[in-house]
C-alpha cells in the first residue's frame, strides 16, 4: 500500500509540474507575443534590406571609380593645354590648333560630366548612407529584443 501511495504520489507532483511547466509556457508566449512578432518583422525587414544596401554601395563604389577616372584625365588635359599654353604664349601656331582645340573641348566635356557624376555620387552617398544607419538601428532594437527574450538571433550591424 505504501508504494501504490509513493508512486501516486510521484504521479501527482510529475503531472502538476508538467502543467506548471506547460502554463509557464504559454503564459511566456502570450506574454512575449508581441515582441516575438516584432522580433519577426525586424529579421524580415533586415533580410530585405541588405542586399539592396549592398547594390547601393557597389553602385557607389562604381560611381567613385569613374569620377576618379575622370580626375586622372582632367589633370592630364590640363597638365597638356597649360604645357601647349606656356609653350606658346603669343597664340598657339595654326598647324597644333585643331589638336590644343580638340584637348580644351574635351577638357570643358568631360569637366561637365565630372561634376555630374560627382553631384549623383553625393546623392547616392548620402541615400546609401542614411539606409545603413536605418539598417544599424533596426539591427540594435533587434539585438536587444532578442536579448529580452532570450532568443538566439544573430545581427550584424553594416559599417559605412
Given amino acids: 500500500m505504501k508504494s501504490r501511495i509513493g508512486i501516486f504520489s510521484l504521479l501527482i507532483f510529475v503531472v502538476l ?28 525587414q533586415l533580410t530585405a534590406e541588405r542586399p539592396q544596401i549592398d547594390a547601393l554601395e557597389n553602385e557607389v563604389a562604381m560611381l567613385r571609380d569613374q569620377i576618379s577616372k575622370m580626375d586622372k584625365r582632367l589633370v592630364e588635359l590640363d597638365k597638356e593645354i597649360v604645357s601647349t599654353e606656356s609653350r606658346y604664349p603669343n597664340g598657339v601656331p595654326s598647324n597644333l590648333y585643331q589638336e590644343y582645340k580638340g584637348k580644351v573641348e574635351e577638357f570643358n566635356a568631360l569637366l561637365n560630366t565630372f561634376k555630374q ?20 538601428v533596426l539591427v540594435n532594437e533587434g539585438k536587444s529584443l532578442a ?8 545581427f550584424i550591424l553594416k559599417p559605412r
Avoid at 557624376?117 to 544599424?136: F, M, Q
Avoid at 536579448?147 to 544573430?154: D, E, P
Wanted: without cysteine; positive net charge; glycine residues 6%.
Fill in 17 to 44: 509540474n508538467a502543467i506548471l511547466l506547460g502554463g509557464q509556457y504559454v503564459y511566456q508566449y502570450i506574454a512575449n507575443y508581441g515582441d516575438n512578432q516584432r522580433l519577426d518583422r525586424i529579421n524580415a
Fill in 147 to 154: 536579448q529580452k527574450l532570450r532568443t538566439t538571433y544573430y
Fill in 117 to 136: 557624376s560627382r553631384s549623383e555620387s553625393d546623392v547616392k552617398y548620402a541615400e546609401y548612407t542614411r539606409r545603413v544607419d536605418s539598417y544599424n
